[in-house]
């Protein structure tokens, strides 16, 4: 399953555990404000979130381990240790630094959110059950902490969507977790509905108009039309993509995201290939790997698929196989590595 809310909840298929990919909706923008520090780690902490944002992730570890052992109660600084590890798939010593965030400000609704998606993907990779039972108890707390904390309801709602009720998964919570949500702000429930009737329901008609309501309000923030990008994307829906596109750039023109959902538009319309071209490289070339943006391996397959429809079937392998090498599950681009090999043989 693709994530397409950026959210990192569990997800789980034939009973075991598989963790949602992230992918188009951005939660950063919402959720990095935390507490206020301790003076004496104030510096180092807004450093190590510029070097976040530019994808230095190691540089960040270093700045923050040197504010954790000049002031060791700074729960923000382990907050950000563990989003760092997080971005670096280092699920044990983000787990640690998340978990003595939560100790140290155990009443911060953000840091148990994050706790539970660290936890989502230990879980993952580790296929445990327990671990996770834990995501729900992280985010149920940061729900219970503060009820007006959209992005943890939509983390809530999504895993008692994706999850098997031996670990807690429920449509009928997840309804009510949608229903708070449509109480709290009218976009925001518009899009939990659509989540929703997507995937609980397996109705993506329904789920389209759910987006198109969302839009029809013209958010004052990039978050909705990227949720709704993803959606159309997996829909295979160019005309909607490209769409939403012109309206997300009257409020965010130089978000590098629409760079890669128009490249993506192009290449599932088969027009205007050069400038599919472009857009995908120019994502590449601009970007850091971030989990709550469209990954690499999906630019490097969906250029896959353009040299494929050029007929450039060895441009096209090598973009695969670089895919495969950011990401080995990734299924599409598989299937159509291995039908490539087949062909050239």
């Known amino acids: 399953m693709n994530l397409r809310h950026a959210r990192i909840a569990a997800a789980f298929a034939a009973g ?86 939560v100790t140290l400000d155990p009443k911060n609704s953000i840091f148990h959110e994050w706790l539970g998606r660290i936890y989502g993907g230990k879980a993952d990779r580790d296929r445990s059950f327990s671990y996770a039972r834990k995501v729900k108890k992280e985010f149920e707390t940061a729900v219970q902490l503060n009820p007006a904390n959209i992005d943890a309801r939509r983390d809530l709602e999504d895993y008692e ?27 925001e429930g518009d899009l939990a509905r659509a989540m929703y009737d997507d995937e609980a329901l397996n109705k993506p008609d329904a789920a389209a108009k759910d987006y198109h309501d969302a839009l029809a309000a013209n958010p004052k ?21 490209q769409a939403v596109i012109q309206q997300a750039s009257q409020v965010a023109p130089n978000d590098p995201r629409l760079t890669y959902y128009r490249g993506v538009a192009l290449v599932i319309a088969n027009n205007n290939l050069a400038d599919a071209e472009k857009d995908l490289k120019a994502y ?22 353009l040299y494929e429809a050029q007929g450039k079937r060895s441009e096209a392998a ?16 598989k299937a159509r590595l291995q039908n490539l090999e087949k062909g050239s043989k």
Not at 227 to 234: H, S
Not at 320 to 328: G, M, N, S, V
């Open 318 to 333: 090598e973009q695969y196989r670089a895919a495969l090498q950011l990401d080995p599950d990734r299924k599409e681009a």
């Open 161 to 187: 969507i994706q999850a098997p009720w031996v670990v807690g998964g429920s449509k009928d919570d997840a309804k009510a977790q949608m229903d708070a949500i449509v109480a709290l702000d009218p976009v």
């Open 284 to 305: 590449l070339a601009s970007t850091p790997e971030r989990s709550d943006w469209p990954s690499h391996a999906s630019a490097r397959e969906w250029l896959g698929r």
């Open 16 to 101: 075991i555990l598989a963790a949602v990919p992230l992918a188009a909706h951005a939660t950063n923008a919402r959720t990095a404000a935390a507490v206020t520090p301790l003076p004496d780690a104030t510096a180092q902490i807004q450093a190590a979130q510029r070097q976040f944002n530019s994808g230095s992730y190691s540089g960040a570890i270093s700045t923050l381990q040197g504010a954790v052992s000049q002031n060791p109660s700074s729960a923000e600084a382990y907050y950000w240790l563990g989003r760092c590890y997080y971005e670096l798939k280092d699920y044990d010593n983000a787990i640690t630094a998340a978990e003595k965030s």
């Open 221 to 241: 923030k990039i978050e909705p039309y990227l949720d709704a990008l993803a959606f159309y994307q997996k829909e295979n829906k160019a005309s909607e993509m």
